[in-house]
């Protein structure tokens, strides 16, 4: 959950702030942001997702993302396709870690450059998941990132 002090300094940079993530989110309270273009993956990734409890909140592009992530306060996880069509993951994920530094970023894609990969896990990512990847594979990676 955030505290009120990370909410205060929502859109600051990384250096004037500290992480919104001071502790593990209650169960059944927890919000993922999905980012991905394909809206049949998006459609699949909600309704596995919120069968288990968790709220669900998609964007099909990068401004999009950008714009529900600094409107909603309570993100707990953001989902990432490395190829979404506007800016793509890479530019999404530095500007997600600039507004909040302390997001848990789970990294999703069908084709991937693992360069790219590494580069991000370096820089903060908290994991990858290869498409496709079953409901199974999908909650208990999700579960272990929030839990």
Do not use: W
């Not at 992480?19 to 909600?46: C, G, H, M, Y």
């Not at 530095?94 to 069908?110: E, M, N, T, Y």
């Amino acid at each position: 959950m955030e505290s009120a002090s990370a909410k205060k300094h929502r859109g600051t940079t990384p250096s004037q702030t500290t992480s919104r993530r001071d502790q593990a989110p209650a169960p059944f309270s927890s919000t993922i942001l999905v980012i991905d273009d394909e809206d049949v993956i998006q459609k699949l990734n909600k309704r596995i997702l919120e069968a288990e409890g968790f709220r669900v909140l998609t964007a099909h592009n990068g401004r999009r993302a950008l714009e529900i992530f600094q409107r909603i306060e309570s993100i707990d996880l953001v989902m990432l396709d490395l190829i979404v069509p506007d800016m793509g993951g890479e530019t999404i994920f530095h500007r997600l870690k600039q507004i909040d530094p302390g997001i848990k970023v789970l990294l999703l894609s069908g084709e991937s450059d693992i360069n790219t990969l590494c580069y991000l896990i370096r820089q903060g990512a908290v994991g990858f998941i290869q498409k496709p990847y079953t409901p199974d594979e999908l909650l208990r990676l999700v579960k272990m990132l929030l839990f």
